[in-house]
């Protein structure tokens, strides 16, 4: 883990920080079926290693407000497309996760790859599955990313203090559980990649360096004779990878 800087974090403001990630690997919902964000590229991604070849596939968004519109970008694709989903499908299924009508929720795998890709985060649902997240609506966090303000350490304790920051973020390499309420009488409209009555939901936490997280489909179960799937959509032999905390 490289040393924390002896500069205070006022001299820091002013420095160029290098990106550091946190990504949403694999999410399911109450009713059943599964995916994963758009921009993910599976296990050929290294969970160890230089940042440069860990990040690839973590998703950058322009502002730390949750409610901004635009589906982010990776460092490997580049900016993600609504059409992305086919291929985030590939990886994951052919049935998007199903969220019950009432008490509904997304559950899943947030993993941070480096120091500052870390929790709170937030979520927020774009309905037209567009990326039209300013009129979208803000989902309840259940169960959260840990972190102090999108940071933890490399071993996964998250700091007390933000007193010192360091200019390059370490490895971390760790998957956190993440728990999303569905606001009762969400109604998906999108039609993206074959698939119809599609939301997007949009997790990231509020990190300056990022913000960091993802961009996943679901659809609601109760729409679930409206709802078609992709037409030869085939899994991937390469999977998200999972990797214990």
């Known amino acids: 883990m490289p040393s924390f800087s002896s500069l205070i974090f006022t001299a820091l403001v002013a420095t160029t920080f290098v990106s550091a990630h946190g990504n ?7 009713a059943g079926g599964n995916g994963t964000a758009l921009g993910i590229q599976g296990g050929v991604v290294p969970g160890t290693g230089r940042n440069k070849v860990t990040e690839v596939d973590t998703t ?13 970008k990776t460092k490997g694709g580049g ?9 985030a499908m590939q990886l994951s299924g052919d049935t998007l996760p199903q969220v019950s009508a009432s008490g509904g929720s997304i559950s899943g795998t947030f993993h941070i790859v480096t120091t500052d890709g870390a929790g709170p985060v937030s979520a927020m649902i774009d309905p037209t ?13 259940m169960t959260d990313v840990p972190g102090n303000k999108g ?6 304790v998250v700091p007390r203090m933000m007193s010192l920051l360091t200019k390059r973020a370490a490895n971390v390499n760790m998957d956190f559980p ?11 409209s999108g039609t993206v990649a074959g698939q119809s009555n599609v939301c997007f939901m949009k997790i990231a936490n509020s990190n300056k360096a990022g913000p960091f997280g993802g961009v996943v489909a679901f659809q609601m ?3 679930s004779a409206g709802n078609t799937t992709a037409a030869g959509a085939v ?10 905390a």
């Open 151 to 156: 940071n933890i350490k490399a071993n996964g």
């Open 221 to 223: 179960a109760d729409a």
């Open 24 to 30: 949403v690997q694999v999410v399911t919902g109450d």
């Open 129 to 141: 599955a567009t990326g039209n997240f300013a009129s979208g609506v803000q989902a309840n966090i």
């Open 79 to 87: 900016k993600n497309k609504a059409a992305d989903l086919a291929a």
């Open 235 to 244: 899994k991937a032999a390469v999977l998200p990878r999972r990797f214990s």
């Open 60 to 72: 950058v968004f322009r502002k730390t407000d949750i409610a901004t519109d635009g589906l982010g």
């Open 178 to 188: 993440i728990q999303i309420a569905v606001p009762a009488g969400t109604t998906c």
